[in-house]
Nanobody, 128 residues
Framework: VQLQASGGGLVQAGGSLRLSCAAS????????MGWFRQAPGKERESVAA???????YYADSVKGRFTISRDNTKNTIYLQMNSLKPEDTAVYYC???????????????????????WGQGTQVTVSS
């Protein structure tokens, strides 16, 4: 099982980037998928997560600026990041966890330790 993240880069404040994460798992639609980030010297934090198409979670810091989506035909999730700020600078990781119920998803969505499959990370740098 592999998760391959891509799309990071250097962008000026106010700009946009789109991250992608391709997963080589069976029954991709049954997996909850999340984006997390970790800045130097800080703990890994949740950014956004998605299970079914309309079941999403966003950290308060990115609400209204970031949009998570998934394409189950391509086993891929996306993170559209708009109005980027210097404080968004971090390594972004995608993660996956098999989810059996909506109630479990609601409980685990923003918690990094609940995800057992992780990608390699992609660097996002926002200059001021």
């Amino acid at each position: 099982v592999q998760l391959q993240a891509s799309g990071g880069g250097l962008v000026q404040a106010g700009g946009s980037l789109r991250l992608s994460c391709a997963a080589s798992v069976r029954t991709f639609s049954a997996y909850g998928m999340g984006w997390f980030r970790q800045a130097p010297g800080k703990e890994r934090e949740s950014v956004a997560a998605i299970w079914s198409g309309s079941t999403t979670y966003y950290a308060d810091s990115v609400k209204g600026r970031f949009t998570i989506s998934r394409d189950n035909t391509k086993n891929t999730i996306y993170l559209q990041m708009n109005s980027l700020k210097p404080e968004d600078t971090a390594v972004y990781y995608c993660a996956a966890e098999f989810v059996g119920s909506t109630s479990r998803w609601s409980r685990i969505a923003p918690i990094p330790t609940e995800y057992h499959l992780w990608g390699q990370g992609t660097q996002v740098t926002v200059s001021s």
